[in-house]
């Protein structure tokens, strides 16, 4: 039997889908195989779950029950900082402790949406335009009106699920929807919009293999697919997708594409608006939902497995990487 330890709660406005995924991978890793416990991150306070008892941060230990648990791989199921944007991976990776997603420089460069973009434009994946604007810039708003158009987003550089994010349709609405990104980040991506259909991809690799999954078109019932789309059922979520082979095959070829240069480990979700038969890349998910409402998840279950064996490839494969 392995010990497990899934890493959830985390510091950002994401910490309450963190517990969701948490719990969903918890509930399906196989129990035949795995001891799992649910270490619940919050600032330097790091706690199992629903026990309480601290984890040790000498050597990522766990005591419960008078018994000393040392973990031999990590799950992650934290949106958001401190695993998704990277910080945790060097502890973890001090320890020789595996773990389930990308490594800490992975992360950290897939979190930050605008240089993902830089890296994704040299590989010649299609992009909005954009503007990245920080925390205490001058701005002029005619001047990102006409480079970007109307209408436009503006969502944090650095922050997921859709939190703090606007579509923007009038220049005087510009200024309020970037102040509404500061409690979340010091920096707003600023991009075009693009009219076409949306569709995601998850993408993973195992036995040396990178697989993508069946891709997922997404029909948000709100104007775009913000948190209630997301986590409240306000969307539809067709998968497989209703798209011709040969569009389909280039969606998951592009994805696998993303996943084998960013060097990406675990599972990702790719994120993208169909134009004219190119998938323009909106952002790469390095720790993508795993909860009931997520996507992932939906496309784990088209491929006709169960989540108990996908969850598993990845624990599994997140061995390999240390052996």
């Known amino acids: 039997m392995k010990n497990i330890a899934i890493l959830t709660g985390g ?3 994401e910490r309450v889908i963190s517990l969701r995924s948490a719990q969903v991978v918890y509930e399906h890793l196989p129990a035949d195989r795995y001891r799992c416990f649910q270490i619940d991150v919050q600032g330097a306070d790091w706690r199992e779950v629903p026990s309480g008892s601290p984890i040790d ?4 230990s766990l005591r419960l029950d008078g018994e000393r648990i040392r973990f031999d ?48 434009a040299a590989l010649g994946v299609p992009l909005a335009p954009s503007v990245l ?25 650095t922050h997921g699920s859709s939190f703090g994010v606007t579509k923007v ?28 259909r949306e569709f995601s991809g998850g ?10 999954l069946p891709v997922t078109e997404i029909i948000p019932e709100t104007e775009f697919f913000d948190f209630a789309a997301k986590y409240e059922g306000k969307s539809q979520e067709i998968t497989p997708a209703a798209l011709p082979e040969h569009l389909a095959e280039r969606c998951r070829q ?3 594409r993303l996943y084998e240069a960013f060097n990406c480990r675990g599972v990702i979700r790719c994120d993208y608006i169909l134009v004219d038969e190119a998938f323009y890349l909106l952002e790469i998910n390095t720790i993508p939902g795993l909860s009931p409402a997520s996507i992932v998840p939906q496309q784990v279950r088209a491929c006709g497995w169960t989540l108990s064996d996908f ?4 624990i599994e494969e997140a061995f390999s990487y240390s052996s």
């Not at 941060?57 to 990522?60: G, H, L, S, T, V």
């Not at 460069?109 to 993902?116: G, I, P, S």
């Open 11 to 13: 510091d950002s406005a």
């Open 57 to 60: 941060k000498n050597d990522f």
């Open 73 to 120: 791989c990590v799950f992650g199921a934290l949106h958001g900082s401190p695993l998704e944007d990277g910080k945790m991976q060097g502890y973890l990776d001090l320890l020789h402790i595996p773990y389930t997603c990308c490594n800490g420089f992975v992360s950290a460069l897939t979190m930050n949406k605008y240089a993902t973009k830089q890296m994704a």
């Open 133 to 157: 604007v920080r925390y205490g810039e001058p701005l002029v708003p005619e001047d990102i009106v006409n480079a970007l158009g109307l209408p436009l987003f503006v969502k944090p550089n």
């Open 169 to 196: 349709k009038r220049q005087e609405d510009l200024i309020p929807a970037i102040e509404a990104v500061w409690p979340y980040d010091r920096e707003a991506l600023l991009e075009a919009f693009l009219p076409g």
């Open 203 to 212: 993408v993973f690799r195992t036995k040396g293999e990178v697989v993508a």
């Open 254 to 256: 592009q994805s696998r």
């Open 311 to 314: 969850f598993g490839l990845l």
